[in-house]
């Protein structure tokens, strides 16, 4: 196919996912209109900055920028113009005072659109959203739409991994084509030409099964992570350790060691809101009892934060009152300034509740830290925030922490003390610095 051949391409919601999605696919070669309503990430787009952290994609934008292929607008009717295949990539967090997912963002988006779609043209969702959800846009598509039954609704999960998204989107592991026609699957086909050409794997299935794919994936990644946590609790409680049992099970194929990490949890925008909003449609559709076991995979995902508490606290003589504290870490995941539902934060929060005096250190993430948790103190470096700690807490396994020589960090610290939250270290050889180290499910 030609580029002359190649459909054009809007993209709804210019955060994390709809971003990357249209600078990643002008680079392949579409001519894409990112949209958004924020005339602040616009104008920002617009002048080469992406408005988070993602190793790659500022580079990438710069040059489909230069290309001509990518432009930004607020117009939604200058979208509907250019575009023969519209993706809705808006956020769907979770309700205030609910696990139900907020759909007032894909709704604004879907009527925003619609009445500007003249002509036959395929809308196709990658926003994570409720199974349902596409049949009921589709029908509020056909009722707005100056063009009616010519404008198709298709579903297209998106998979991308945070630190990981220009090659989660250039090169994915799969994709999924939830369709209601052979034409709206011959033009995701186009959409996705070069992708395709390189032989990705391609799942070609109704609305509702595509909905699925991205909670159900999500459910069975969280299900896994909480299941080796869980095990933490029982190492903890026999002085079994839970590094040697996680490295036992990863040698069973039908298990393997990926995600089989101990550790303080996930957290993230995606899978704490995603398996409680798929709990909760769940039981609206009378199937709650089927994952009912996602609830406990989320209590035990909770657990682990108030555990790291209960090491720092244990290590300190009983109290945090006074004490001073170095919280390596604030974003959910290393390569990522994504603060959403992160447990650094919150471990680092509620120790500074507690009366210690906290400070925190975080390679990316400092700024939405500090815009979001004024309360708490930051540091400018590693070494800076742990200056005259009792004791240091890792809580986000960035290379730089993992890294780190324990005798650089015992020049600082007041006290040789560590709680590593996410089992990045060498155990034995901070113990041989002189160092008390502690780890969830470690002896």
Same mark, same amino acid.
């Given at each position: 196919?030609s580029?002359a /051949?190649l459909?054009r +391409?809007?993209v709804?919601?210019? @955060?994390?996912?709809?971003a990357?999605h249209a600078?990643?696919?002008?680079s392949l070669g579409?001519? %894409?209109v990112?949209l958004?309503?924020?005339p602040g990430?616009?104008?920002? +787009?617009?002048?080469?900055?992406?408005p988070f952290?993602?190793?790659?994609?500022?580079?990438?934008?710069?040059?489909?920028? $230069?290309? @001509?292929?990518?432009?930004f607008?607020?117009?939604?009717?200058?979208?509907?113009?250019h575009?023969?295949?519209?993706? *809705?990539?808006?956020?769907?967090p979770?309700q205030p005072?609910?696990?139900a997912?907020? +759909?007032?963002y894909v709704?604004?988006a879907?009527?925003g659109?619609?009445?500007?779609l003249?002509?036959?043209c395929?809308?196709a969702?990658?926003?994570? %959203?409720p199974v349902?959800?596409?049949?009921?846009?589709?029908?509020?598509l056909?009722?707005?739409a100056?063009?009616?039954?010519? %404008?198709?609704?298709?579903?297209?999960?998106?998979f991308?991994r945070?630190?990981?998204?220009?090659?989660?989107?250039?090169?994915?592991?799969?994709l999924v084509f939830?369709?209601s026609?052979?034409w709206?699957?011959?033009?995701?086909?186009a959409?996705?030409?070069?992708? *395709? !050409? #390189?032989?990705?794997?391609t799942?070609?299935?109704?609305?509702?099964?595509?909905?699925l794919?991205?909670?159900a994936a999500?459910?069975?990644?969280?299900?896994?992570? =909480?299941y080796?946590?869980?095990?933490? /609790?029982v190492?903890?409680?026999t002085?079994?350790?839970?590094?040697?049992?996680?490295?036992?099970?990863?040698?069973d194929d039908?298990?393997?060691?990926r995600f089989l990490q101990?550790?303080?949890?996930?957290g993230? &925008?995606c899978l704490?809101?995603?398996?409680?909003?798929f709990?909760h #449609?769940?039981?609206?559709i009378g199937?709650?009892?089927a994952? =009912?076991?996602? #609830?406990?995979?989320?209590?035990i995902?909770r657990?682990?934060r108030?555990?790291?508490?209960?090491?720092v606290? $244990?290590l *300190?003589g &009983?109290?945090?009152? @006074?004490?001073r504290?170095a919280c390596?870490?604030?974003?959910?995941?290393?390569n =990522?300034d994504d603060?959403?539902?992160a447990?650094?934060?919150?471990?680092?929060?509620t120790?500074h509740g507690?009366?210690?005096?906290?400070? %925190?250190?975080?390679?990316?993430?400092l700024?939405n830290?500090?815009?979001t948790?004024? $309360?708490?103190?930051?540091?400018?470096?590693?070494?800076?925030?742990?200056?005259?700690?009792?004791v240091?807490?890792?809580?986000? !396994?960035?290379?730089?922490f993992?890294?780190?020589q324990?005798?650089?960090l015992?020049?600082?610290v007041?006290?040789?003390?560590?709680v590593d &939250?996410r089992h990045?270290?060498d155990a034995?050889?901070w113990?041989?610095?002189g160092?008390?180290?502690r780890?969830?499910?470690?002896?």
């Amino acid at each position: 196919m030609s580029q002359a /051949e190649l459909p054009r +391409l809007t993209v709804i919601g210019t @955060g994390y996912l709809g971003a990357t999605h249209a600078i990643c696919m002008a680079s392949l070669g579409y001519d %894409v209109v990112g949209l958004d309503v924020d005339p602040g990430k616009i104008e920002k +787009l617009r002048s080469g900055q992406v408005p988070f952290f993602e190793p790659g994609l500022p580079e990438l934008l710069t040059k489909t920028l $230069e290309s @001509g292929r990518l432009r930004f607008t607020t117009s939604y009717e200058e979208a509907a113009d250019h575009g023969d295949v519209h993706f *809705l990539c808006v956020g769907t967090p979770q309700q205030p005072g609910s696990d139900a997912c907020d +759909l007032t963002y894909v709704d604004a988006a879907v009527r925003g659109l619609a009445p500007h779609l003249t002509r036959r043209c395929l809308v196709a969702g990658k926003s994570t %959203v409720p199974v349902g959800t596409a049949a009921r846009l589709g029908a509020l598509l056909r009722e707005l739409a100056p063009a009616g039954d010519d %404008v198709e609704l298709a579903w297209n999960p998106e998979f991308l991994r945070e630190g990981f998204a220009v090659d989660d989107t250039l090169a994915p592991d799969r994709l999924v084509f939830g369709v209601s026609s052979e034409w709206a699957r011959e033009r995701l086909i186009a959409a996705f030409q070069p992708i *395709l !050409e #390189r032989g990705t794997p391609t799942v070609v299935t109704d609305l509702a099964t595509a909905e699925l794919v991205k909670v159900a994936a999500n459910s069975f990644l969280a299900t896994k992570i =909480s299941y080796i946590n869980a095990m933490a /609790e029982v190492c903890e409680a026999t002085g079994a350790d839970v590094r040697d049992l996680a490295q036992a099970l990863a040698y069973d194929d039908r298990i393997g060691g990926r995600f089989l990490q101990p550790g303080l949890g996930f957290g993230g &925008g995606c899978l704490p809101k995603d398996i409680r909003a798929f709990a909760h #449609r769940a039981e609206e559709i009378g199937v709650g009892q089927a994952v =009912s076991f996602l #609830r406990e995979v989320d209590a035990i995902n909770r657990r682990r934060r108030s555990r790291t508490i209960d090491l720092v606290r $244990e290590l *300190l003589g &009983g109290h945090l009152n @006074g004490k001073r504290i170095a919280c390596l870490g604030a974003a959910f995941k290393p390569n =990522s300034d994504d603060i959403r539902d992160a447990p650094a934060l919150d471990v680092a929060r509620t120790m500074h509740g507690l009366g210690a005096n906290v400070r %925190v250190y975080d390679p990316a993430a400092l700024d939405n830290a500090r815009r979001t948790y004024p $309360e708490l103190r930051y540091g400018t470096s590693t070494l800076d925030a742990a200056r005259d700690a009792d004791v240091v807490v890792l809580l986000t !396994e960035w290379t730089e922490f993992r890294e780190i020589q324990p005798s650089a960090l015992a020049q600082v610290v007041r006290h040789p003390r560590i709680v590593d &939250g996410r089992h990045a270290l060498d155990a034995d050889a901070w113990r041989a610095a002189g160092w008390e180290y502690r780890a969830l499910g470690r002896p």
